[in-house]
């Protein structure tokens, strides 16, 4: 399973509702005394969902990498000013957003 740890930034931890955002998790192996990963295999560097839910971004990194990731959760409309990604109920891309 890809998501190796989960750091939760939402103002309410019970809304399934958030922008979720993938690191890989061995960006953070310099941290003093953090799990080490692997970081010879680099699949996705970063990769920002907004408009969308816990369960379905969980889905979607499952159905598409295989590398160790870190889940950000933000609230909705978080903007963290980068290129967002939307996913269907698929769990494809369906648009990218600035």
Known sequence: MPISNIVDHRK???????????????????????TQFDDSIEEIL?????ETTVQKAI?????????????????TGFD???????????LELVTLLH
């Open 12 to 34: 309410n931890k019970y809304d399934v509702n958030c922008t979720v955002i993938f690191e890989e998790s061995w960006h953070d192996n310099s941290v003093k005394d953090a």
């Open 46 to 50: 970063y990769l920002s969902i907004r």
């Open 59 to 75: 889905k979607y990194i499952n159905k598409n990498f295989k590398v160790d990731v870190t889940m950000f959760l933000y609230d």
């Open 80 to 90: 963290h000013h980068h290129r967002y990604l939307t996913i269907d109920d698929n």
